[in-house]
């Protein structure tokens, strides 16, 4: 079954129901501080557990002329109905060993009484009952289809738990929480379910009745109570209630209710007379009551207040969630055939709609007609010049919701092939699969029609990003559009605090190439490879750089531009200045963990993940690197550094190309010289990181391919695709 | 005019004497036995009943939530007027099969004196019984066994 239908189950489900829920939640966090004020009393003695019926009943008729029943409660409270000597009537706690009176019975206070009847019937009896009931079901199904929909995003029931990227506050917290109360979510709706099954009387039915043959029933032998076997062998602990005989005739009986059964014996000679064993509905009965209320354990109140409160939170959030997608609608002016530029959106919670509708809006203003709609809904458009795909990608690389139909429908459907296209992706570095379904697309369209621009993929929605994009666009196309930031920016998230420890000055580096070592306030986690986003002017504008761990640290290579915003903002520090950034989890791009050889491939300030990767190399792993600076004059920047990785065995060979130098090589040329051994290393399962500009990026990647060929190896997308060949380029 | 004096004052102090008199009274023991219906645990309420047929105290309510009172109709028509607090004479619910003990507390001056002792029980969404047991309140009757003919299969009373 596809994702939409179980999304919109859990929706409509939601939607039916979330009224009563609402008010069984909010009730239900109330009643789960009842069985709290209880068990914080002081009735339970030490001596429960040891003590056995005999020692109780003796000692209790020895302190009360008389006795009616005795109950112990899921507290172990042990709860006496008495006459005292002076004929007054108690029903209160007592002490097991000593019959010591403790306090008088706890009375559910008429606020908790009121509660737990609107809890159970909204005040409206039967009527009421059914429909908590019926809630509570449809909460147990709301809870089910919420399971499957994580399942169907981490892809496997392995995964269930595993990390989920946190992009929108309400869907993040959705899903943890969703996740950490869900199995107490299932008990308390299950346990709902059957106490209002039982309410209704839908359960097996039961009569305790016991056989006594009076003709049989004997005074002798007459035995003291502390005497009878079964009283002597029955741990107090056992037993729910006593009734104790209403007269001394011998047809009156004590009756004893224990865990799972109840016996009746003859008060004079201890005989048990008739003995009931309790159907398993009892014990389920029990347990449901118990699990249902928190009866018993403050541990399981308090985790049934806070499932409970989620689901408050799960309300608010969902429906913020429907709220947000809906509003994000496609809107359109002309009618698809007449349009000369179709965008096509793909989305799987609508935060790719905003930047669609941006850019929608902006042709139409540019006077140009648009239409947009989703990539389901791919058509024939007879007019169509240009179509702009803008699509995200779901779970582990494949197509959201609505675009999921999209490559099949570009197969059927038949139209012009004079079109133009341009694809962008939006995507989170977070995931392996980065942008995975707009490469799909781009490659299956391709074959169709002709590529206006190469994919474009933006991270983490960043506007920045966009507005590169579009500038490529407009400038290509001739057709003014210009993005408006309010409309598509959300504030950054900074944060990590971050402190300026070390910095090297521009002015000694020939390429204006400086280092810088920051301490992160927290010690939040992060990898060399991960990436550091800085927002120099406060706004949209984002800067990413990639991260080396060295101690500890965060340390950076940056080279200086007079006019760039993000290396002007990072030299502009002093040692001990503190700035706020964000960490981007890059996990396309961390050393690997099971690859025995490793070969690095850098230029630039590309280096810096690398000499992160070299330090916490402890185990000393085969690594060669591949590096390319301008002058020899370059390297003093990190030549301390490499030189100790060499030294204490970290790094394995080192490889120089210098392209300013009177013998200028590059990186690609030490490659092709290295191509023996390359090949070994990707047959061998060895893992290739490249790290620097995309242009080393390009070259290197054609060499490699021309290595694939000539050793007639896999081809160089099976190595990118199953991570031995790994790039972070800019 | 002396004697119709006399009279009054001896009629005011008497009067004032059966005020502070302690009436004597007797707990009694009385164990309800409920039939093997199904359904909702029952409200039993346990009352006396004067000489004419009328409500005059009520001695027990098996029920602990007020809430649903009314339910009981005959006697929420006497009760609900007033409500008295009847926290020390309320006990749970009783359920089909099972039976309950409690001790009630009746004025000696009410045995033998043309009083009665009603039982009524009702149960949600089913009956409701205004005489389920109601037997004369004799010195006989009070250490005997009744039988019921609603919910209750029968009580039994015995003095402690």
């Known amino acids: 079954m596809t994702i939409s239908i179980w999304r919109y189950s859990h929706l409509a489900l939601a939607v039916s129901s979330f009224a009563f829920i609402l008010l069984a939640s909010i009730t239900g966090i109330i009643l789960a501080f009842q069985p709290i004020s209880e068990q914080i009393q002081p009735y339970k003695s030490a001596d429960f557990e040891t003590a056995t019926i005999a020692e109780t009943l003796s000692t209790l008729k020895k302190s009360y002329s008389e006795i009616i029943d005795l109950q112990i409660d899921a507290n172990d409270f042990v709860l006496a109905s008495v006459i005292t000597e002076n004929g007054e009537s108690k029903t209160g706690y007592i002490n097991p060993k000593t019959a010591q009176f403790l306090g008088n019975k706890i009375e559910v206070s008429p606020f908790f009484q009121w509660v737990t009847n609107f809890h159970r019937s909204l005040f409206l009896k039967s009527t009421g ?69 039982e ?25 003291e109570l502390h005497n009878f076997p079964v009283f002597k062998n029955t741990k107090l602990s056992e037993v729910k209630f006593i009734e104790f005989p209403f007269s001394d005739d011998v047809e009156d009986y004590f009756t004893i209710a224990l865990q799972n059964r109840e016996i009746v014996v003859n008060q004079f000679t201890g005989e048990i007379l008739s003995e009931f064993n309790y159907p398993l509905v009892t014990f389920y009965s029990e347990l449901s009551l118990n699990l249902h209320t928190g009866k018993g354990s403050i541990l399981w109140s308090l985790i049934l207040a806070i499932a409970t409160a989620n689901i408050l939170f799960f309300i608010y959030s969902g429906f913020a969630m429907t709220l947000k997608r809906r509003k994000a609608k496609l809107k359109n002016k002309f009618k698809k055939d007449v349009c000369d530029y179709v965008i096509l959106v793909g989305s799987e919670n609508g935060s790719t709609l905003p930047f669609a509708n941006v850019l929608h809006e902006q042709l139409l203003h540019a006077g140009k007609k648009s239409y947009i709609t989703e990539m389901n809904n791919y058509t024939t458009f007879i007019q169509a010049e240009h179509i ?27 139209q012009s092939e004079t079109i133009s296209y341009s694809v962008v992706g939006f995507g989170s570095y977070a995931y392996p699969d980065f942008c995975k379904f707009a490469l799909d697309v781009d490659s299956a369209i391709q074959l169709h029609f002709k590529q206006f621009l190469p994919v474009f993929t ?28 309010d409309k598509l920016t959300s504030k950054p998230r900074l944060t990590n605090s971050l402190t300026v420890i070390h910095k090297t000055e521009v002015i000694n580096n020939p390429d204006s190439t400086f280092l810088l070592t920051l301490k992160a306030k927290k010690a939040k986690r992060f990898v060399s490879g991960d990436l550091l986003a800085i927002y120099p002017a406060n706004d949209y504008r984002e800067r990413l750089y990639s991260i080396g761990k060295v101690d500890g640290n965060i340390q950076l290579s940056v080279k200086y531009y007079d006019t760039g915003l993000g290396s002007n903002f990072l030299n502009g520090f002093d040692l001990g200045d503190t700035f706020k950034a964000r960490i981007i989890n890059n996990a396309a791009f961390h050393f690997p963990k099971k690859a025995a050889n490793v070969v690095m491939i850098a230029n630039g300030t590309g280096i810096a993940p690398f000499l992160g990767m070299l330090d916490a190399n402890i185990k000393r792993k085969n690594v060669h690197l ?14 301390s550094q490499l030189e100790s990785y060499l030294q204490s065995g970290k790094l ?13 090589s590059y990186v690609q040329d030490l490659l092709l010289k290295d ?56 | 005019m002396k004697i119709k004096q006399i009279l009054l004052v001896s009629f005011i ?3 004032l004497l059966s005020f502070t008199t302690i009436a004597e009274s007797t707990k009694y023991k009385c164990m309800i036995q409920m039939t093997n219906y199904t359904g909702e645990a029952a409200y039993v309420v346990i009352s006396l009943i004067n000489p004419d047929g009328e409500y005059e105290k009520t001695l027990y309510v098996q029920g602990d939530d007020s809430e649903w009172y009314h339910d009981v109709t005959d006697w929420w028509k006497f009760y609900g007027k007033k409500r008295n607090n009847l926290d020390a004479i309320t006990g749970a619910t009783v359920a089909g099969g099972s039976r309950t003990i409690n001790v009630i507390d009746i004025d000696d001056s009410k045995i033998d004196a043309g009083y009665s002792i009603r039982f009524e029980t009702a149960v949600e969404d089913q009956e409701y019984y205004t005489k389920d047991v109601e037997f004369p309140l004799t010195s006989e009757n009070v250490k005997s066994k009744k039988e019921g003919s609603g919910f209750i299969r029968y009580v039994r009373m015995m003095p402690n």
């Open chain 1, 458 to 485: 933006i991270n983490d929605k960043s506007v920045d990003a966009f507005k590169q994009w579009t500038n490529a666009w407009t400038e290509k196309m001739q057709v003014p559009v210009k993005i408006a930031e």
């Open chain 1, 199 to 223: 309410k209704f009387n839908l359960l097996p039915t039961y009569n305790t009745s016991h056989n006594i043959n009076y003709d049989a029933i004997s005074e002798s032998p007459q035995l």
């Open chain 2, 13 to 15: 102090t008497l009067g």
């Open chain 1, 652 to 664: 394995s060979r080192l490889e120089m190309a210098f392209s300013r130098e009177i013998e200028s």
């Open chain 1, 675 to 730: 191509e023996v051994f390359i090949a070994k290393r990707l047959k061998n399962k060895g893992v290739l990181m490249i790290c620097g500009s995309l242009t080393m990026q390009n070259g290197v990647l054609t060499i490699l391919e021309t290595i694939c060929k000539k050793y007639q190896l896999e081809a160089l997308s099976l190595y990118q695709k199953n991570g031995q060949i790994q790039t972070d380029c800019y």
């Open chain 1, 388 to 414: 702009i795909i803008l699509t995200a990608t779901y779970g582990l690389g494949d197509p959201p919701t609505n675009a999921n139909r999209f490559l099949e429908l570009l197969k059927t459907t038949k």
């Open chain 1, 129 to 197: 009952r059914f429909l908590v009931g019926l809630c509570s079901f449809l909460l147990f199904l709301i809870a089910v289809s919420g399971s499957v929909l994580i399942l169907k995003r981490q892809r496997s029931f392995k995964k269930f738990f595993s990390k989920i990227v946190n992009e929108n506050f309400n869907q993040y917290w959705h899903i943890v929480l969703g996740r950490l109360s869900l199995i107490p979510i299932i008990i308390i709706t299950i346990t709902g379910v059957y106490l209002s099954l």
């Open chain 1, 626 to 639: 591949y590096f390319g600076l301008r002058t020899k004059q370059s390297l003093e920047l990190y030549n």
